[in-house]
């Protein structure tokens, strides 16, 4: 009885779900290839350098997001990643000093073609965190450059992101 009661079940699932125009988000039979395999597309992106620690760290994590094996192939795509920060107070004690910080890590990023050094696609992404303010200013430095360090490793994701959207346009 309940085998059957199951059965009837899923069988009106599977006509409802038919029915409705359901298809598979992530596989088509119509899909061609290169719009589905955005992994080799992304271990052909060059991550432009800079000098500061904060943007060796977002480079870092950058190219270990988008070539996480650390193949190595010719590089097809450039990408210009221009890192700001902000930092602000987000609540004051009755004193009038800072009690918390907000940190904003503000990513200006440009993908261009190597060979015909056309813009495949630009964005700007922002990502906040905050910390506590402590008496000691070197406690509050190191928090405050910790804070950036893990805002990097969430704009190296959305960058990654916004390259897959540009990639299979």
């Given at each position: 009885?309940?085998?059957?009661i199951?059965?009837?079940?899923?069988?009106?699932?599977?006509?409802?779900l038919?029915?409705?125009g359901?298809?598979?988000?992530?596989?088509?039979k119509?899909?061609?290839?290169?719009?589905?395999?955005?992994?080799?597309n992304?271990?052909?992106?060059?991550?432009?350098?800079y000098?500061?620690?904060?943007?060796?760290?977002?480079?870092k994590?950058?190219?270990?997001i988008?070539?996480?094996?650390?193949?190595?192939?010719?590089?097809?795509?450039f990408?210009?990643?221009?890192?700001?920060?902000k930092t602000s107070?987000t609540?004051t004690?009755?004193?009038?000093?800072?009690?918390r910080?907000?940190?904003?890590?503000?990513?200006?990023?440009?993908?261009?073609?190597?060979?015909?050094?056309?813009?495949?696609?630009s964005?700007k992404?922002?990502?906040?965190?905050?910390?506590?303010i402590?008496?000691?200013?070197?406690?509050n430095?190191?928090?405050?450059?910790?804070t950036r360090?893990?805002?990097?490793k969430?704009?190296?994701?959305?960058v990654r992101?916004?390259?897959?959207?540009d990639?299979?346009k």
């Amino acid at each position: 009885m309940v085998m059957s009661i199951r059965m009837i079940s899923l069988a009106v699932i599977i006509l409802l779900l038919s029915s409705c125009g359901f298809k598979p988000i992530y596989y088509s039979k119509n899909s061609d290839q290169k719009n589905t395999d955005y992994h080799s597309n992304l271990i052909l992106v060059k991550v432009k350098k800079y000098r500061s620690n904060i943007d060796y760290k977002l480079h870092k994590n950058l190219v270990e997001i988008l070539n996480p094996y650390n193949i190595d192939v010719e590089k097809k795509y450039f990408l210009d990643v221009k890192l700001t920060s902000k930092t602000s107070s987000t609540f004051t004690t009755s004193t009038g000093s800072s009690g918390r910080n907000k940190v904003t890590l503000i990513a200006n990023y440009k993908l261009l073609d190597i060979e015909s050094n056309d813009i495949l696609g630009s964005g700007k992404i922002s990502e906040s965190g905050d910390f506590d303010i402590e008496r000691k200013r070197f406690a509050n430095y190191i928090t405050e450059e910790q804070t950036r360090i893990n805002l990097t490793k969430l704009i190296a994701r959305d960058v990654r992101n916004m390259i897959i959207n540009d990639l299979t346009k």
